[in-house]
């Protein structure tokens, strides 16, 4: 039977508290840039130009968003795939980080794209031999897969409690109906789409990586090399547990709920090993290509590379094979912390350290409206986060069981 | 994986994307070419002969309908001071530099796409509004284009440009070779009016020997390379010198394909979806038998 008792249910606490209204002005703030971006051109409110084509917007919103959010991979492999149930409480709210950042991701592209009102034309215009199409196409697809996969939650919240107002009450019964049935065949095929969701992961994940080869020696030799699919894939896959329990720690202090920290401890554990092998490819790199030459000299690229790989890999990785850090909600949460910064860092260096055009003379650094936007969504994405938890049935309250927590498996075994 | 398969390989990607939207196949559009024609056309730029007029600057914003001004105000060589990149106001530049070891006068470079025979554009472009064309054009079709500038990550001469404070329609602008002009059979526009003729257009293999004959004719006068014979695969665009490329503003490159690497691996990811296939089928297995464990432990407890 379970091991622990899982009880997703809607958080009761007020929305709007003062850390609530200080997103909420960084959220407005964000808009007024994006206003004049779409008013203008991106020219007006970005630093990009003819040398530097992509920036933070593309570097940290869309390739370290997309690393982000892979504890919603991460943990539906863990828990659905090989239905280790004891960690069924962190699926839900990893799922709907994975949401929410892709959703984001999305909203990074468009604001991106030149003529972002074309958005679709990848659909139906192929070109096989670009990866960016690889990621676009996968990421499209995946965006879907994750709605479907947060379906049941939205069911879940409805049915019994279709209450529509006025005139509308008359279509309560064929409403909750619908939602019945939706939540039914949603139940019987979701593993189809867990699989996906891990499938099409994994793809775009390291897909993500395939982009910057073709930029060839526009890349600095620290970071470029033919490896990077496999070394973006492998520290997606490390940066989502550490991510879930970021967030889980922060959510149970922000909502002031009691911390999972037994769970936590457990999904802690898995990360050196994961860091590890991430590190060992890392560094088996630069051994082969030789690249260790560039760190002997003193500029921004070998700083930068330094301090991803120490703060963001060494140190965690040695903390987290600490019992003693694993049962510490701070300490834990310091490693997370760095193993984040870690993966948000290489995504910045690989996208734009990194990037040096040949008829380059400056260094591009992103203006404030680019540090806005990105800002803005962030703070929208904690913003629908909050709403979300205290709304729909997201969060796992220690006590009751609620019985669902083998809903999605393969069918045929009873 | 060879080029013939490749075509194959997006050529049925185009069809089964036109079976999954719903669409026509003549409405989705096929994937980029890249006609290697053994005619495609091709110039030699002999810097040495190059005098700098700029009347290949005028004649080309005549060309493409970009504001030009008089030919006259082309003269003024002050511009030169500093190395200019083309953009969407000039989609060629000459730039100046030191005298090489031909003669006492300074050495002038024209500066546009190099039409790669394996353009990282065309690679890159997610939609595929790149093509490279029967006739050695490297040309873009705004129809396509999405704004997301990959193209100018890609391309290891810096060229795709972008009007960035363009709200709506913004363009991807570059050298197109000319192509409007081309099909009708006459000569791109920097080469009909080159006054010294500096610029000449031609196939591609007979420039290459021509480029050869030059330097055994006058050993003197050029350096033993012909850039763009080899650089990144190849180019349509291809220049002769006095002095290293390297003290003219060219980028120092390697002689594979640009797209060479990115390529492989794609298609290694994607053979034929075989293994996204495989690994969807691995964890449909996976879970299938951890369901399976996790009942067969509960009738054991009980």
Redesign the interface.
Known sequence: ?NHEDINPVPVKRKFFTPGVIVLCVLALNALVFLAIR???????V?N????Y??GIWIGIDVAAGVALAAGGFTTA?LG????R?EYAAVIRPALLTAMLGYTFVAMG?LV?????Y??Y??????????????V?ICVMIYLTVLYIEFLPIVTERFIGKVNLPGILSKLNKLADKILRVLDRGLAKTM?IF???G??LS??HQ??LG?????????MHPLWQT?IL?LLFLLSAIAVGFPMVIFESLIASRSLKLKSEMHILSKLGGMIAPLLGLYLAFKIGDMVIRETFVYLTEFNTASIMFTIEILFGVVIPLRMLLSPKVLKSPSLLFTAAALVIAGVLLNRINNFIVA?T???ADYSYFPSIGEISVTIGFVAILVLLYRFFVINFPVVSVPGKHSGKS?KY??K??? | MSGKSRRDFLKSSALIGAGITGLSSNSAKAAPENILSPDRMGVLVDTTVCIGCRNCEWACKEAHDIPAGDLESYENREIMKNDRRPDHTALTVINEYSPGKHSNLPVNVKVQCMHCDHPACVSACIVGAFSKQDNGSVIWDTDMCIGCRYCMVACPFQIPTFEYHKALQPDITKCDFCFERTKEGKLPACVDICPVEALTYGPRTELVLIARERIRRNPERYIGHIFGEYEVGGTSWMYLASKDYNELGFPQLGNDPAPGVSESIQHGIFAYFVPPASLYALLGGMMWLSKRRKELEQEEKI
């Open positions: 039977m779409f008013f203008y051109g991106i020219g007006t970005t990009l130009d003819n040398q084509p992509w492999a659905h795939v090989m239905h149930e592209v991106d794209l030149g003529r972002w074309y958005i034309h990848p659909i139906y215009m192929w070109n096989g031999n670009s990866a960016l199409f690889e676009g593993f867990i699989i996906a891990v499938v994994t793809l390291s897909s395939t982009l910057m080869i073709i930029a060839g020696p526009k033919p699919p990037y055009p040949p008829y083998a498996t393969v045929g075994v009873k």
